[in-house]
Each structure stands twice: as C-alpha cells, then as structure tokens.
C-alpha cells in the first residue's frame, strides 16, 4: 500500500509548513470554518513587495487525492520594528457540506500526524 505524504500548496511546487490549525462552528448558520496559520509562507518569501496578494486557492493532498479549497479570508499580520516583517498569514476555510467537511478532517487528521502536531477538541 503506498503512501502519499499529506501536503498543502497554495503554488504548484511550493509545500508550506502549516504552524496552527482551529476548527469553528458558527451558532446561528451552522456553518463551520478552519482556520489554518502559517508562520512563514515560502510562496511569499523574499518578495514583500507580493504579499498583499490575495492566495485564492490552496491544494490539500494525501493518500486519497487532491482536495482544492477556496480561502473565504486571508489575513497577513505583520510586526517587528519597522512593522513590515510577515509574522503570519491567516486562511479561514468556511465549509457548509458535511461531506467536504469530514473529507478535509480526514486529511487534516494526516497531516498532523504525518507533521507531530498534535489534535485537540475544546469542549464548547
């Protein structure tokens, strides 16, 4: 049986490091969202000057395929001195279909388990 690394892309090619992950629902819709956290994006590095471009889709991958995902919001936080070095960059994922959303936990249960990030349920 082989074995597909999980993996996210926002460019074909470039793999990111996902730092933090929080899994939302909302009371009144019902709708729930991910938020996924990057500390540093190796799509933007080096050329600041792109950053503020809008990543208007992300590749999620494992052992059962591809899975495209469409970001409803994208924050860039910046810091440090000069307020100009990227700190983290924000992707909120909001999905409605209950199909979508236990197939993106599956893969997301992959990844951090293939990453050492370790999975934790609040009690709301």
């Not at 819709?29 to 996924?36: A, E, Q």
């Not at 991958?61 to 960059?89: A, K, M």
């Not at 936990?105 to 992959?110: A, E, K, L, T, V």
């Amino acid at each position: 049986m082989s074995s597909t690394t999980p993996t996210i892309q926002f460019f074909a090619g470039i793999t990111e490091q996902l730092d933090d992950v929080r899994l939302r629902r909302n009371a009144r819709t019902g709708v729930r969202s991910i938020l996924l956290i990057f500390k540093n994006l190796k799509a933007v590095e080096g050329i600041n000057s792109f950053t503020k471009q809008s990543l208007n889709s992300m590749l999620l991958t494992d052992e059962e395929g591809d899975i495209n995902v469409t970001p409803s919001s994208t924050r860039f936080i910046f810091g440090g001195d000069e307020g100009d070095e990227l700190q983290r960059v924000e992707c909120g994922v909001e999905i409605d279909q209950d199909d979508h959303w236990e197939r993106v936990m599956r893969f997301m249960h992959r990844y951090a388990e293939a990453n050492g990030m370790a999975y934790q349920e609040t009690g709301e």
